[in-house]
């Protein structure tokens, strides 16, 4: 087994771990499994040196690095500080947006929706089930959401984080920390250059939109579409003082 391969059975082992804890409730040990996990799984897609998805072993490798980050962030945010949370939030918000066939356009879901999957992208790597476009494009509609919440219940913690914005898919080859460290500040091509409430709004209103794209196209996804618009409206209010 290659290094590549070493941290990405690593980074499963954790993430399997953390769900366990979080069954068990043990929310401290779960948060900890996570950050492994996370960590694991970006070295695997940074040694495996993709930027983009390409073939079916990267999609599944985005994918899992998206769902495993967002699991993380309640759960972190409850037993460390919402600075950590809102990490795991942007490696989710990168990792989901690249794993996404409709990269956040819901014009080109439906089309991602009728395309025919390939054989080797069947099934995520976690055992979850089949990997398909739609559960792709509801992770990144998902990763949105729970982003723009979080900056918006954390303004002040927001300002640090996008402190070094990464417009994703920018910049040259470096070093695994410098690579984390990217995820973790990444920013939508959409939001670059908007202030941090204009792009909590963007967010929330592209998870909208991808969510109705799903529920048009599938007549499924009514709950998360209704806790999207509920997020929208949320972070459309004034804070409180």
Not at 1 to 25: F, H, I, K, P
Not at 107 to 128: C, H, K, N, Q, S
Request: some cysteine.
């Amino acid at each position: 087994m290659g290094r590549a391969d070493e941290r990405l059975q690593a980074g499963l082992s954790c993430w399997e771990e953390a769900r366990n804890y979080v069954r068990t409730g043990r929310p401290v040990q779960a948060g900890l499994s996570y950050q492994r996990g996370v960590s694991h799984l970006l070295l695997y897609i940074q040694l495996m040196r993709w930027t983009s998805v390409g073939s079916a072993e990267s999609i599944r490798a985005f994918h899992a690095v998206g769902t495993a980050a967002r699991e993380a962030v309640p759960v972190i945010e409850g037993v460390r500080t919402p600075l950590h949370a809102m990490n795991h939030a942007r490696v989710a918000l990168v990792a989901s947006h690249l794993a996404d066939p409709a990269c956040g356009d819901p014009e080109l879901a439906g089309a991602a929706l009728r395309g025919v999957p390939g054989a080797a992208a069947a099934f995520d790597l976690i055992g979850d089930g089949p990997l398909t476009a739609e559960v792709r494009i509801a992770g990144a509609a998902e990763a949105r959401l729970t982003l723009a919440r979080l900056m918006w219940r954390h303004p002040g913690v927001a300002d640090r984080n996008r402190r070094g914005a990464w417009p994703v898919g920018s910049g040259a080859r470096e070093g695994f920390l410098q690579f984390r460290r990217k995820y973790r500040r990444g920013v939508l091509p959409s939001c670059v250059g908007l202030d941090r409430d204009a792009e909590v709004r963007k967010l929330a209103h592209e998870g909208v939109l991808l969510y109705s794209a799903l529920h048009d196209a599938t007549s499924g996804h009514e709950a998360a579409l209704r806790s999207a618009l509920a997020a929208r409206d949320e972070v459309r209010t004034p804070r409180p003082v």
